[in-house]
């Protein structure tokens, strides 16, 4: 079986359905807050923590702050913005001057923006492994989450996340071309040195920052070299992440603008 097709496979299938989800106001920054609807992450007591987040399907910025809350440990209240919500739409449309979702509420700190949840995580659980121990690598690591968090504009556009989607042979324009081997060079320059099997050896923030292109690449069928097409398929095979998967692919709603085929 080709590697792409290994990979396409795990992000079609996951674990079973996910809970049920009741409507809530959360309340995450100085502009009006999103209508949601939440899902408790613990049983038996409302959770002191929350992370609001919009749709599963689309979302590539949601996706980064949950997986981030995951893999720093922290249990956490979904908070799940309505579909029809104006300004969640406008930032999964690209048409938001900012990013105020996800955001999340930890013990009085409301934080929004992945990179400052990240780096937020960091500081309160500095043994989950968002960062590497060795400075040098902690710079390299930060470096490279930086550069998925403000850059490869073109990408975001001519590609954007859709799980439920599949484009077989879609074709990238050249302006995306160049950020797909750009993206294609970091995670060769990251596997090379550090042996893998993730980014920086151990998972780390700058796998969860740069899943929502693993994605990317599964739903347009952007072809790898077997070293990340193996990448790939191992961010998609972590539990979390088909966790995610399979929310996504259990959601009703449809973006129309994010369904063409361009």
Request: charged share 25%; with cysteine; net charge neutral.
């Amino acid at each position: 079986i080709a590697p792409c097709e290994l990979a396409r496979g795990l992000l079609r299938n996951g674990p079973g359905v996910l809970p049920g989800i009741d409507s809530r106001r959360p309340s995450c920054s100085r502009r009006q807050a999103p209508q949601a609807m939440s899902r408790r992450e613990g049983r038996g007591h409302m959770s002191k923590t929350t992370l609001t987040i919009s749709s599963k399907n689309y979302s590539s910025w949601s996706l980064r702050g949950w997986l981030l809350a995951k893999f720093a440990g922290l249990e956490f209240e979904e908070m799940i913005t309505a579909p029809d919500d104006a300004s969640a739409r406008a930032e999964l449309l690209l048409l938001s001057s900012s990013i105020l979702v996800p955001c999340l509420r930890h013990e009085g700190a409301t934080v929004w923006d992945t990179l400052a949840i990240a780096e937020y995580l960091n500081e309160i659980r500095p043994h989950a492994g968002l960062l590497p121990e060795d400075r040098l690598l902690r710079a390299h690591c930060r470096s490279i989450c930086g550069e998925i968090h403000s850059g490869f504009a073109t990408l975001r556009s001519s590609l954007p996340v859709n799980i439920k989607g599949h484009f077989p042979g879609f074709k990238s324009w050249s302006r995306a071309q160049a950020d797909i081997d750009r993206v294609c060079a970091i995670w060769s320059d990251c596997l090379e040195k550090s042996g893998g099997p993730f980014l920086f050896g151990h998972r780390s923030m700058a796998d969860a920052m740069y899943a929502p292109v693993v994605t990317r690449f599964v739903t347009y069928d952007v072809q790898l070299g077997p070293t990340l097409a193996a990448y790939a398929k191992r961010v998609l095979a972590i539990p979390d992440m088909q966790e995610w998967i399979e929310a996504a692919r259990q959601e009703p709603s449809e973006i129309e603008e994010l369904e063409v085929e361009y």
